[in-house]
C-alpha cells in the first residue's frame, strides 16, 4: 500500500472488538511515529497509557466526574452517565497525549505542533497494523479536574486521548471538500 492509499483510506474508528492492545504495540508505533517527526528530540511530550480493565475505568471515571459535575451532567439520569462510562472502560485502550509548554506562546505552539504531527503519524502506523483510533478532545475532558487526576503539571498541555483498538469493520469514507473551496490566493496589495 502506497502512502497516499494509506493516508487516503485510514479512517476514525468508533467501534472496537475486545481484542487487547498490547502495550508493547503501542509503544513500538509511539517510537516508530516520533522517528518520522523530523526533530522528534525536540519536541517535549509524554503520554499516559489505560489498557488494563482497571486503568481504563478509573480513566473513565475521571471523565465521567467531569460530566457528572456540569450542567448537562446534572440532568442526565445516572443511567445513562454509566453507560456511558462502560463505553469508555469497555474501549481496549486509551493513550493520554501531554505536550510540554515552551517559555512563550510560539514555543508552545510550536511543540504542539509537533507533538500532533507524530499522533498523525501514530494513527497512520497503527492503521497499518489494523489498529483503529479515535482522537478524542471533549469538553467533558477539559477541566482542571480532569487534568489534576492525570497528572498534568503547571508546563505541560493535554493534547487529547486517543481511544484505541482492533476493529472488525472500517467505516465507508465520506466526500471530501476539495482543497480549493478551503484556500484563498493572496494577490497582494
Not at 72 to 97: Q, S, T
Not at 117 to 140: A, K
Request: glycine share 10%; with cysteine.
Amino acid at each position: 500500500m502506497s502512502l497516499a492509499e494509506l493516508i487516503r483510506g485510514r479512517r476514525t474508528i468508533r467501534s472496537f472488538n475486545q481484542t487487547p492492545v498490547a502495550r508493547e504495540l503501542v509503544a513500538e508505533l509511539l517510537q516508530q511515529a516520533a522517528g518520522l517527526y523530523p526533530n522528534a528530540e525536540d519536541a517535549v511530550w509524554r503520554c499516559i497509557y489505560a489498557g488494563t480493565p482497571e486503568s481504563r475505568g478509573r480513566l473513565a471515571d475521571y471523565m465521567m466526574e467531569h460530566m457528572a459535575g456540569s450542567r448537562l451532567g446534572k440532568w442526565m439520569p445516572g443511567k445513562m452517565i454509566e453507560l456511558f462510562k462502560k463505553r469508555f472502560a469497555d474501549i481496549p485502550g486509551h493513550v493520554v497525549v501531554i505536550a510540554g509548554t515552551g517559555p512563550d506562546r510560539q514555543a508552545s505552539d510550536r511543540n504542539y505542533a509537533a507533538v500532533c504531527s507524530i499522533l498523525q503519524n501514530f494513527q497512520l502506523l497503527g492503521w497499518e497494523r489494523q489498529v483503529g483510533m479515535l482522537w478524542d478532545t471533549e469538553p467533558m475532558m477539559q477541566s482542571e479536574g480532569f487534568y489534576e487526576r492525570l497528572g498534568i503539571r503547571e508546563n505541560e498541555r493535554f493534547v487529547g486521548i486517543l481511544h484505541l483498538g482492533y476493529y472488525n469493520k472500517a467505516p465507508r469514507g465520506r466526500s471530501r471538500t476539495p482543497a480549493e473551496k478551503k484556500w484563498t490566493v493572496y494577490a497582494g496589495s
